[in-house]
Structures are given as structure tokens and as C-alpha cells.
């Protein structure tokens, strides 16, 4: 195999993880390489038939699983559900005037939800506002009846705050730097940005390319300032010490339910489970089996 076709079956091998058969302009985008390839070629690859995989409605998988074309459609219409009610939701979290960014995150940002998932969001605050930011969050999302705390048992169309970062912290380290996470971020859909923090997020996070090089941002969103009334709010904020409030309120709820979450300042990450060890492990079997 050349390393174009290498490219290629690398990719599927990862989206197979998800049962998630690509179209040709996903495997495109989401392309694991350490180089950028051309559409003309990913597609002269494709044509090739030396590959291990299968088409069929436009979508590429590995031999054998032609039942996840059907499934990834059975998705593709629950997910057009859910991210109408996502963005109507944003729509109105969005003003809470020191959130500067949200994206949709996990399946549903690449339309791979069950009916029965939750809806995963991803938002950057103003420097030092995550805990007010989240407070504000918990308590919008509770009345609209529409928050997944802990307890929720019915997680169908709850919001579940998966991760808030401030804009000092946007840019991840070295050891959160694997292709999990390139993958996490590039496949971020984002929905409501202010003061361009999208673009400097993915400035932040340029190491992505090394796991997916041919990403790079489409601007299908829509980009907000602040207004007078946001920035007489953000002072009263912090005239009234909100964020320190609202740290202590949370750590003193939070100390006797504390799982694997990553707590550190103007960085939460709460995620009960750590899929990034799961989908790691399970990707290195796939890539070791095809001796790639």
C-alpha cells in the first residue's frame, strides 16, 4: 500500500470505531495522515478497488459492514431532530453575556446520534468566568428542563455540558495532544461565536494537522460582539466576586460526587467515562491487525 491508500484506510479503521461509514468528502476532511492528500487523489484511491472496503449510497466502509449505511441513515434523520432543538436551545443560552463560544461536540456534531442520546456541548467563556459561566448554564438548562445533571435517567435531548473553558485556557497541552482529541476538535460544529474566539481556538490548536491535515475551518456560522448591555452585565460580575462564588457553591456540591472529572482553572471537563482510552485502545487493535 502507498500512503495515500494507507491514509485512507486509517481513516475508515477509526470511523469504523463509531460504526460510522464516511462519504468521500469526510474521508477528505477527517483524513488521518501526517500529509496533506488532493481530492483527486483520496478519489483515484477510492476507484482503485485495492483497498478492503465497500460503497454504496455514496458511503465508504470496511468489507462486510453494508448494514451501517442504514443505520448511519436512521442517525442522520434522529440527529437533524436533535440539532434543531440544540441550536434553539443555544440560541437562547447565548445570552448569557461571558460565553464567547459554543459548539455542538460528540456524535451529534457529525450527525451520529441515536434518538435516545443526549446532546454534548462545548463552550469557551470570557478569562476567568467558567464557574459563574457554568452556574448560569445549570440553572437556564434546569428551567428549560432540558439539563442532564447526574441524576437524569432519561438523557434523550438533554444538555449535557461536556467541557468549559475560558479563553486563557483554549489551547491544549502536550498531553492531550493524540489524535482523540484532533479528531474532537476538527469535527467541532460550532453554532454561536463572539469576538472570533472560534478561529483563535483552532490558531490554539494547529498541532491538529500533524493527526489531520486537511482540515481547516468553514465558516458556516454566524459571529456576534458584545454589546453594551453584555459588558455593564460582565462588570457587575465581577464587582460581585461571581466567580468566586459560584467556584466555592459548586466544589462544596460537587466534593462527595467527584468521578473522573477534570477540574483546573478555566478548564472543566466532566465526562464520566474516558472514551479517549477506549477508542485509542480500540483504533491501535485495528491499525495492528491490517499491519498499518
Given at each position: 500500500?502507498?500512503?495515500?491508500?494507507?491514509?485512507?484506510?486509517?481513516?475508515?479503521?477509526?470511523?469504523?470505531?463509531?460504526?460510522?461509514?464516511?462519504?468521500?468528502?469526510?474521508?477528505?476532511?477527517y483524513l488521518i495522515?501526517?500529509?496533506?492528500?488532493?481530492?483527486?487523489?483520496?478519489?483515484?484511491?477510492?476507484?482503485?478497488?485495492?483497498?478492503?472496503?465497500?460503497?454504496?449510497?455514496?458511503?465508504?466502509?470496511?468489507?462486510?459492514?453494508?448494514?451501517?449505511?442504514?443505520?448511519?441513515?436512521?442517525?442522520?434523520?434522529?440527529?437533524?431532530?436533535?440539532?434543531?432543538?440544540?441550536?434553539?436551545?443555544?440560541?437562547?443560552?447565548?445570552?448569557?453575556?461571558?460565553?464567547?463560544?459554543?459548539?455542538?461536540?460528540?456524535?451529534?456534531?457529525?450527525?451520529?446520534?441515536?434518538?435516545?442520546?443526549?446532546?454534548?456541548?462545548?463552550?469557551v467563556t470570557q478569562e476567568n468566568f467558567v464557574w459563574a459561566t457554568r452556574l448560569l448554564l445549570v440553572i437556564l438548562l434546569t428551567v428549560f428542563g432540558v439539563y442532564r445533571s447526574r441524576k437524569t435517567k432519561n438523557t434523550s435531548d438533554k444538555i449535557c455540558l461536556n467541557m468549559i473553558l475560558d479563553k486563557s485556557n483554549i489551547a491544549f497541552g502536550k498531553k492531550d495532544q493524540d489524535l482523540y482529541t484532533a479528531h474532537e476538535i476538527v469535527q467541532l460544529l460550532p453554532i454561536f461565536d463572539k469576538g472570533k474566539t472560534y478561529?483563535?481556538?483552532?490558531?490554539?490548536?494547529?498541532?491538529?494537522?500533524?493527526?489531520?491535515?486537511?482540515?481547516?475551518?468553514?465558516?458556516?456560522?454566524?459571529?456576534?460582539?458584545n454589546g453594551f448591555y453584555d459588558n455593564l452585565l460582565i462588570f457587575l460580575f465581577r464587582v460581585l466576586f461571581l466567580e468566586k462564588i459560584a467556584k466555592f457553591t459548586q466544589l462544596n456540591y460537587m466534593k462527595n460526587h467527584r468521578t473522573s472529572e477534570v477540574i483546573?482553572?478555566?478548564?472543566?471537563?466532566?465526562?464520566?467515562?474516558?472514551?479517549?482510552a477506549y477508542v485509542l485502545r480500540n483504533y491501535k487493535r485495528k491499525i495492528d491487525k491490517f499491519k498499518l
Open positions: 500500500m502507498d500512503s495515500s491508500e494507507k491514509a485512507i484506510l486509517k481513516t475508515l479503521l477509526y470511523a469504523d470505531i463509531f460504526d460510522f461509514p464516511l462519504t468521500e468528502e469526510e474521508i477528505y476532511k495522515s501526517e500529509n496533506k492528500v488532493s481530492r483527486e487523489e483520496i478519489t483515484r484511491v477510492l476507484k482503485s478497488n485495492k483497498l478492503p472496503i465497500e460503497t454504496s449510497k455514496h458511503y465508504f466502509y470496511l468489507r462486510d459492514k453494508k448494514k451501517l449505511v442504514e443505520e448511519r441513515e436512521k442517525k442522520r434523520i434522529a440527529s437533524a431532530r436533535k440539532l434543531k432543538i440544540a441550536k434553539g436551545i443555544i440560541q437562547k443560552i447565548s445570552l448569557i453575556p461571558t460565553i464567547q463560544f459554543i459548539g455542538i461536540s460528540g456524535a451529534l456534531s457529525m450527525e451520529n446520534s441515536n434518538k435516545d442520546d443526549d446532546i454534548d456541548l462545548f463552550v478561529e483563535e481556538f483552532i490558531k490554539k490548536n494547529a498541532w491538529v494537522n500533524k493527526f489531520v491535515p486537511n482540515f481547516s475551518i468553514t465558516k458556516n456560522y454566524k459571529e456576534y460582539k483546573k482553572d478555566g478548564f472543566l471537563k466532566f465526562h464520566p467515562f474516558d472514551y479517549k
